[in-house]
């Protein structure tokens, strides 16, 4: 009696395939992130809105426990987030693109629909990676300023007018560049990518390592958009997402469309 091997052999998925893209699909991607968001408005100044309050919360519990040597650190850290906050957004474009009318119950309940699913998975990667931005400001404020920490009085001058602190401020820069890359790199595609098709998250990740090694200038002047969009408009108090957010996160589904064959 010969054995069915055919039962027990693992079913591969194919992995997405990936597109080149240039400078002129990168415009087309944020006119129709723009077009979105003008056409349903409410729903990016939502989630938006949503994101600011989260930087406004995070700033409110620095300054109330006297740690305002962890603002500029715990800001720059909650923008690695932002690819999970837009996922309702992601919706929005998904529907329109597909010539439908988005609704709160229908987004909500797409949104809903992804909690017990692959996409659980890139949201936990993403807090992941906050946590360790923020574990290694830690490490380096002990590295350079010693056990006792940051001076709670005077910091800025102690950051900029002395060896340990420019040194904090290089090092502390340089490190959060590379975990900025490698969030970026992991986020961009897999997210939508998730949202659109039913592939395992580590796959989800690979496209998007993949769409960023397949066009690195491209991808990497987005980066350094996104990078300065959300730094310039997280300096008013962080009000500034409420528009800056949904502008992002509309674009990278239409760029998700562009990459992803």
Known sequence: MTEDTHSTAPVLRQEPAIRRIGRSDLVDALSAGLRDFQAYPAFGLFFGGVYALGGVAILACALLWDLLYLVYPLAAGFVLIGPFVAVGLYEVSRLREKGEVPSWPGVFKAMWAQGGKE????????????????????????????????????????????????????????????????????????????????????????????????????????????????????????????????????????LYRKLVA
Do not use: K
């Open 119 to 254: 996409i659980s998975w890139m949201a936990f990667v993403t807090v992941f990676i906050f946590i360790i931005w923020m574990y290694q400001v830690r490490l380096l404020i002990a590295l350079f300023f010693g056990l006792h920490g940051m001076p709670a009085g005077g910091f800025p001058a102690v950051l900029f007018t002395t060896p340990e602190g420019l040194a904090f401020l290089a090092v502390g820069h340089m490190v959060g560049a590379v975990l900025a890359i490698v969030t970026f790199s992991l986020t961009v595609v897999s997210f939508p990518l998730l949202l659109d098709r039913e592939v395992d998250f580590i796959t989800a990740m690979i496209a998007s390592v993949r769409a960023v090694v397949s066009n690195p200038v491209t991808m990497l002047g987005w980066a350094l958009c996104v990078v300065l969009l959300l730094f310039v408009a997280a300096l008013p108090a962080f009000l500034g997402l409420v528009v800056a957010l949904p502008i992002l996160g509309h674009t990278t589904w239409h």
